[in-house]
């Protein structure tokens, strides 16, 4: 008998492929109730904008932005409601999925038994928030397309945007959430993220509050996330503005699964 052995042309060994499997477990884990979860996660931004875009919208008419550019109000809020559904979806899984499987299930303790550490853990639960941000994202942007508030061009150079913000959210959501004690600490994060929503330059440009509070408003995550989402869909960003944006974003990915990579291994590993 001639066995014939081939060359592997690609190696899924090493951390990817462990992290990976944390991903695959989570899909598997699906139950038919977790699609209303999204349907409605989805649903949300959608409605804010049509209500407060397009209704508040009709009252408010065009604005006038700092560039010079002249946009509908709907037009202005739609790129907001869009980094806000990457917020949402990525923190959804980070926060409270994340601390129940950790501190309740004791999931993790079971995978450590194997050879994934806790690094790998915390990358394969925020590539597999990814996957309900990048859902929630990507449909956002058929509504925008289908309103007419942006292009199919810039929708699709839009997309990474929202799938960077929802890393670096859902990496800043996992390393907050391995200080969490309790289901009650999760009412003050709720608190925080509702304030970044209304705050964030979402339905004002952040040139409307007064310098001390712009500041403020300029060096928050959502903030950055959607005045580089905003510049992109409607058209009016600029090189420098943009690389701030993605290099802010980036660092607060990399600190956050940083933290949450120690903080597990802490936690964990007694």
């Known amino acids: 008998m001639v066995t014939l052995i ?6 899924f060994e090493g951390s990817a492929r462990r992290s990976t499997s944390v991903a ?8 038919s109730a977790y699609w209303l979860v999204m349907i409605s996660g989805f649903a949300e ?16 008419g065009d604005l006038t932005l700092p560039s010079g550019a002249v946009v509908g109000y709907a037009a202005f809020v739609a790129p907001a409601m869009l980094a806000s559904a990457a917020m949402s979806g990525a923190l959804s899984e980070t926060t409270f999925n994340f601390f129940g499987k950790m501190k309740y299930m004791r999931l993790y303790e079971g995978m450590l038994a194997t050879p994934v550490r806790p690094f790998e853990i915390a990358l394969g639960e925020l590539a597999w928030a990814m996957v309900r941000g990048s859902l929630y994202s990507a449909a956002f942007l058929v509504v925008m397309v289908v309103l007419d508030l942006t292009s199919v061009g810039r929708a699709l ?17 996992m390393g907050l959430t391995t200080f969490a ?4 600490d999760f009412d003050l994060m709720g608190s925080i993220q509702f304030a970044l929503f209304l705050f964030s330059g979402t339905f004002v ?3 409307s509050y007064h310098p001390a509070l712009r500041w403020l408003v300029e060096v928050t995550p959502l903030y950055r996330a959607v005045d580089l989402i905003r510049g992109i869909s409607i058209g009016t960003e600029e090189t420098l503005g943009v690389l701030i944006d993605v290099g802010y974003l980036l660092v607060v990915t990399a600190v956050g699964l940083a933290i949450a990579g120690r903080r597990m291994t802490k936690l964990l590993c007694k």
């Open 24 to 31: 695959e477990r989570n899909a598997a884990a699906l139950r």
């Open 205 to 207: 440009p952040a040139e």
């Open 157 to 173: 150079l839009a997309f990474p945007a929202a799938v960077l913000a929802g890393f670096a959210f859902g990496a800043l959501g």
């Open 6 to 11: 081939l060359p592997r042309l690609v190696s």
């Open 181 to 184: 004690r309790s289901w009650q």
């Open 45 to 60: 931004p959608v409605i804010y904008l049509l209500s407060i875009g397009v209704g508040v919208g009709s009252l408010v």
